[in-house]
């Protein structure tokens, strides 16, 4: 019997993209405390392992037999974490430090199961060379894209694409928010046929 599976987000991006695998799931918002772990790890990397685990282990724990998928991405640039800039001046001076400069948009995923006990991860880096851009083209697309809760300050989902000259990454739904080809492996290993029958 196939389990059931619930990704652990109320991100409509990543619902999105798990859709693309045309598998049922449920969503659900895991309410970690995201704050806390970025405040006391400094390495990108393992910020992002360890987020995109403790979303999927808070709901796994409590959903016995289901396979619960969890997602976090971090930004860095120059080693330094990249947080959510929650204005609009903080955007643009995120823009600012990247503009004409390459960084990383790093994906942890990770899939748990038998009520926590288990729990696989992937971790995906991109690559993200972004344009020089004058002041007021940045002004202008935080206006439009209203990217104020994305790590980074750009949603590349919509116009935040056009910020870019190049993007190096093995799996490009990763820098949206859910590595798809990671995804589907990682379901088949544990028992979710896809593409399904």
């Not at 903080?90 to 004409?100: D, F, V, Y």
């Not at 799996?171 to 949206?176: E, F, G, Q, R, S």
Request: with cysteine; net charge neutral; proline share 6%.
């Amino acid at each position: 019997m196939t389990p059931s599976l619930i990704l652990a987000s109320s991100s409509p991006w990543r619902r999105e993209l798990l859709e693309r695998l045309a598998v049922p799931f449920t969503q659900r918002d895991p309410a970690i405390d995201e704050a806390t772990v970025k405040a006391t790890e400094s390495d990108p990397r393992f910020v992002a392992l360890r987020l995109s685990s403790a979303k999927a282990l808070a709901i796994a724990r409590t959903e016995a037999g289901a396979l619960v998928i969890g997602s976090d991405q971090v930004a860095t640039i120059d080693g330094r974490i990249l947080g959510k800039p929650l204005s609009f001046e903080n955007a643009c001076e995120q823009l600012r430090g990247m503009q004409g400069r390459t960084h990383e948009l790093i994906t942890g995923l990770a899939i748990a199961d038998r009520n926590g006990r288990r729990c696989l991860t992937e971790l995906i880096v991109a690559r993200m060379h972004m344009r020089s851009l004058s002041d007021d083209q940045i002004r202008a697309y935080v206006r439009a894209d209203d990217p104020l809760s994305c790590a980074g300050s750009y949603r590349l989902e919509a116009r935040g694409i056009g910020l870019f000259e190049g993007i190096d990454c093995p799996d490009y739904t990763a820098i949206i928010g859910l590595p798809l080809m990671r995804t589907a492996t990682l379901l088949n290993l544990r028992g979710v046929p896809i593409p399904a029958a």
